[in-house]
């Protein structure tokens, strides 16, 4: 764990002997990344989350799902953020923690200020008189790697981490997505008992049975054990990351639970609906002219649906929001389309296609389906989108100034203010305001007549003498001011 651009994948990259981070959108990992290696005669699952800010609940599952986590800072950055979060979450779900400091190679390294910046945050490292192991390491050249595995090992040993295998198999789901041609698939980390093809099981309120077990090269294997960390296909639905995944004995009692928890959360979302219509029915009234944009998310995993969502509710403005009006795990369909229609909803598509007839179904019914395969460049454009709907700040600008020398009375004009220039421009399209004793606003309104002597004019300098005409004054008062301005439209930023 640890902030973004760290090198968390690139140290699993060294580790794996692969090139992982190739891979990713952007060069950030998208969701979480379940990889195992052998050594010395140790099986280690690696859990890799992602280090940007959209992925909140991502690295708190992560955390929550492991026994050991190393925390990766970089030495030319030191703490940051997301560090910062990540450190948190390892304090909040009570896993120990190991210290990789990073990029030890670079020039603008700088170990010590990383470790006082860790012990600020409760970090004491052992150099610094703590119980915190820290490996000074380097995904480049491959400096400190064997040391950070030794002190996996170590902690493992001191921690006695033990599971029964011989028990109904339970685990927690990592990730989920939907694939084109297998249907469900979701990431599971065994947590204890023994995985195995064919066994009957229930993933939150919905049944299954194994019918394949895939590791992370997509081979085929016919059991996982504890820590294994594995692809499971099976699922009536995709999952959702978080979800128990549990192994049920009898398979005859299967479908009763799952009926079971199925009415109970039909019960709670019946309930929470009513209560939510009843209670927006005033507040709709009370807001009156709020704007907001309506989004379907359609994504390639449960996983990145979940930081989207997280991301684009932090979008909040009192005037304007971001409403989520579906989401779900696939590519682009014509049922979306038809309730982008109908909700008047952009369809952000993330990591997913979208076939040829949807995309022209879409443009026949005027609905934009936006795609993206960064994260941060979705939030972007999104936030820029509401910031489009917020009403700009009107400015004031004063473009001219004139003097009322004397008036005058022109026959189907009416009165006309003779007066001089001061400063600015006075142009036949200004906004007008007559003052009167520097402080009594006589009027606001527009010019009706401009001239330089005899011929109309649509501008007038400083210095010049004119004759200026307000709608609705008939009287003008020597010494009376008369402002020129205008109004600029400012446009706004979300806080």
Same mark, same amino acid.
């Given at each position: ?283 709709? *009234? ?18 990145? *649906? ?163 005409? *307000? ?25």
């Amino acid at each position: 764990m640890g902030h973004v651009d760290h090198g968390k994948t690139s140290i699993l990259d060294y580790i794996r002997e692969t090139n992982v981070v190739a891979g990713e959108s952007g060069g950030i990992t998208q969701r979480i990344g379940a990889y195992q290696v052998d050594y010395k005669d140790n099986k280690i699952t690696f859990l890799d989350t992602p280090g940007h800010e959209a992925f909140t609940s991502m690295r708190a599952r992560g955390a929550k799902s492991t026994d050991i986590v190393i925390l990766v800072v970089a030495a030319d950055d030191s703490v940051m953020p997301q560090t910062i979060e990540a450190i948190n979450h390892a304090k909040a779900a009570e896993v120990p923690v190991i210290v990789a400091i990073n990029k030890v190679d670079k020039p603008e390294a700088d170990i010590e200020k990383v470790k006082r910046e860790l012990s600020e945050k409760d970090i004491l490292v052992e150099d610094w008189g703590g119980k915190i192991q820290s490996i000074n390491t380097s995904a480049k050249t491959g400096e400190g790697i064997e040391g950070l595995m030794e002190a996996i090992l170590l902690e493992s040993e001191v921690l006695d981490l033990k599971a029964n295998t011989e028990i109904l198999s339970k685990g927690i789901v990592i990730d989920s997505r939907l694939d084109k041609g297998l249907g469900p698939i979701a990431t599971v980390l065994v947590k204890k008992g023994t995985l195995k093809i064919g066994i009957p099981f229930i993933c939150n309120n919905f049944p299954g049975k194994v019918r394949a077990i895939m590791n992370e090269r997509n081979d085929r294997i016919q059991s996982a054990e504890p820590s294994d960390a594995v692809q499971v296909l099976g699922f009536d639905q995709v999952p959702q990351s978080g979800d128990i995944f549990a192994e049920v004995e009898n398979e005859s009692d299967l479908k009763k639970i799952a009926n079971e928890r199925q009415r109970i959360k039909r019960e709670i979302e019946f309930s929470t609906v009513k209560k939510n219509t009843l209670d927006s029915i005033s507040a709709q *009234i009370k807001e009156g002219d709020v704007n907001n944009l309506n989004i379907i998310i359609k994504a390639d995993s449960d996983g990145s *649906i979940e930081a989207l969502g997280e991301s684009l509710e932090k979008i909040k403005h009192d005037e304007v929001g971001v409403d989520i009006v579906h989401k779900g795990v696939g590519n682009v369909t014509e049922s979306d389309v038809l309730l982008g229609e109908a909700s008047n909803a952009v369809i952000l598509a993330f990591n997913v296609q979208t076939p040829s007839n949807t995309r022209l179904q879409a443009d026949q019914s005027n609905v934009e389906i936006r795609s993206y395969n960064i994260i941060y460049q979705a939030v972007e454009d999104l936030k820029l989108a509401v910031e489009g709907l917020l009403k700009p700040d009107l400015v004031e600008e004063i473009v001219g100034e004139a003097i009322v020398k004397e008036t005058f009375k022109i026959p189907k004009i009416g009165f006309i203010a003779g007066s001089q220039v001061e400063s600015g421009t006075i142009t036949r399209d200004s906004l007008i305001r007559l003052v009167r004793e520097e402080e009594e606003i006589i009027k606001d309104g527009k010019i009706i007549s401009l001239k330089r002597f005899k011929d109309d004019v649509s501008t007038v300098e400083t210095g010049l003498e004119c004759g200026i005409a *307000i709608e609705g004054i008939k009287k003008y008062l020597p010494g009376d001011k008369i402002i020129a301005y205008k109004i600029n439209e400012i446009k706004r930023k979300l806080s």
